[in-house]
């Protein structure tokens, strides 16, 4: 079985700042995808960055920046410079290729970015 | 623009009631997915389909039906049976890349948010 554990329920950062949100995962397949979307207010989902299980750099695109440990199992998000834009809820997810193509999420992390 | 298109936005139902929700995409993904979100939480999967006429259970498919009659469509109707039906839907595609399960990004609609009265 597949799991996700995002452990912070809510995080605040300061405008222009870097934060890092925290995301560990379970699976015993060996093959799998590491995701994180960001849902505003309004509820849609956007995706921000994937991980392979095999890359062997970490993922980055733009300000987001993927911190992939996968001795430890951990798939943290990392966002530079935060603008108050950035304010939203973060999932991160994961797909195995063993897992039926479903793509499982976290419970999630309220982002606050503040002046 | 390529997207996918759900309606209603909101929807209020009675208790007994079935309601249907829509799902459009013209983004010619073979995949579709609905989720169900709850407030504080993640996004459960339903229902799944990975080409037309199939589709298989998610992990919480009771009181749930779903056809997929076209590849643009995906429509799900919630029925009498499910319990607890007010929530947030989202619905989901990709393209599958044979080989690379794991890649394939999921794009979603902006979401209906279903209450019960």
């Known amino acids: 079985a597949q799991k996700i554990t995002q452990t912070q329920p809510g995080m605040f950062v300061q405008e222009k700042e870097a934060v890092t949100l925290d995301c560990t995962y379970d699976t015993s397949d060996p093959s799998y995808g590491l995701f994180w979307y960001k849902q505003p207010s309004s509820g849609e989902m956007i995706f921000l960055i994937y991980?392979?299980?095999?890359?062997?750099q970490n993922a980055t695109e733009g300000r987001y920046s993927l911190n992939f440990q996968k001795a430890r199992k951990s798939a943290n998000l990392v966002i530079s410079a935060s603008q108050l834009g950035d304010s939203a809820m973060y999932f991160c997810?994961?797909?195995?290729?063993?897992?039926?193509?479903?793509?499982?999420f976290g419970t999630g992390t309220q982002l606050k970015v503040e002046l | 623009d390529g997207g996918i298109t759900q309606s209603p936005k909101y929807l209020f139902r009675k208790e007994g009631q079935n309601v249907t929700l829509s799902c459009e995409q013209n983004?010619?993904?073979?995949?579709m997915y609905w989720y169900r979100q709850d407030p504080g939480q993640g996004l459960r999967l339903i229902y799944y389909?990975?080409?037309?006429?199939?589709?298989q259970k998610g992990d919480i498919a009771e009181g749930y039906s779903v056809s997929r009659e076209k590849k643009e469509s995906f429509p799900l109707t919630v029925t009498s049976a499910q319990k607890n039906p007010t929530a947030f839907y989202l619905c989901?595609?990709?393209?599958?890349?044979?080989?690379?399960?794991?890649?394939?990004?999921?794009?979603f609609g902006a979401g209906s948010r279903l209450t019960v009265l």
């Open positions: 983004l010619n993904h073979d995949a």
């Open positions: 389909s990975q080409i037309v006429n199939d589709f």
């Open positions: 997810a994961m797909r195995a290729t063993g897992g039926g193509n479903k793509l499982t």
């Open positions: 991980q392979g299980s095999y890359d062997q």
């Open positions: 989901a595609s990709s393209q599958e890349r044979q080989g690379m399960a794991g890649a394939n990004v999921l794009t």
